[in-house]
T-cell receptor, first 114, second 113 residues
Framework: DTGVSQNPRHKITKRGQNVTFRCDPI?????LYWYRQTLGQGPEFLTY????????KSRLLSDRFSAERPKGSFSTLEIQRTEQGDSAMYLC????????????FGAGTRLSVL | GENVEQHPSTLSVQEGDSAVIKCTYS??????FPWYKQELGKRPQLIID?????GEKKDQRIAVTLNKTAKHFSLHITETQPEDSAVYFC????????????FGQGTTLQVKP
């Protein structure tokens, strides 16, 4: 499968625990995006990487959230001290090159915080 | 701020009829408008997109129109089929140069056989 890959697909955790998600973009895509999608809503932008540099973060990304893309390939999104309001689908997308290029999405990681 | 409004939130049509979904955007600098289809439990998939230098684009049964002056764009699906049933999202580029997408709230399309 040469598409965007996300792991795990599902994560159930207790409130207060830390969780980490991984995204493997399409090979050679230099841009990587994280979005959050709650039930019945469209995806909301969280953060963006160009290669290894994190260039933009949404106000939605509180200080409990951190994202990395250390080698400019895969990315991780960590949520510390999870809260029930963090329950959502976390989507990753990647694209290549200029601003107007197509974003390809992964299937997402569904987080449930009990 | 950046915003995309999408209507209707739900749409039910008979198989073979046409379906139209409309979106408006707030950022006049937006120049790229994709439409994604998302089936239950699956990834959003791009079905068609349009750039601001054209007013209409068609791909088989799907077409998108763009009115830059009014800042709205629409998705048209003709000869609908049951497999068209899904949630459809419109989106527009945000005001920064990162290419982040601002999504509408989604339209749940049901095509009745």
């Amino acid at each position: 499968d040469t598409g965007v890959s996300q792991n795990p697909r599902h994560k159930i955790t207790k409130r207060g625990q830390n969780v980490t998600f991984r995204c493997d973009p399409i090979s050679e895509h230099n841009r990587l995006y994280w979005y959050r999608q709650t039930l019945g809503q469209g995806p909301e932008f969280l953060t963006y990487f160009q290669n290894e540099a994190q260039l933009e973060k949404s106000r939605l990304l509180s200080d409990r959230f951190s994202a990395e893309r250390p080698k400019g390939s895969f990315s991780t999104l960590e949520i510390q001290r999870t809260e029930q309001g963090d329950s959502a689908m976390y989507l990753c997308a990647s694209s290549q090159g200029a601003r107007a290029n197509i974003q390809y999405f992964g299937a997402g990681t569904r987080l449930s915080v009990l | 701020g950046e915003n995309v409004e999408q209507h209707p939130s739900t749409l039910s049509v008979q198989e073979g009829d046409s379906a139209v979904i409309k979106c408006t955007y707030s950022d006049s600098a937006s120049n790229y408008f994709p439409w994604y289809k998302q089936e239950l439990g699956k990834r959003p998939q791009l079905i068609i997109d349009i750039r601001s230098n054209v007013g209409e684009k068609k791909d088989q049964r799907i077409a998108v129109t763009l009115n830059k002056t009014a800042k709205h764009f629409s998705l048209h699906i003709t000869e609908t089929q049951p497999e068209d049933s899904a949630v459809y999202f419109c989106a527009a580029f945000g005001s920064s140069n990162t290419g982040k997408l601002i999504f509408g709230q989604g339209t749940t399309l049901q095509v009745k056989p």
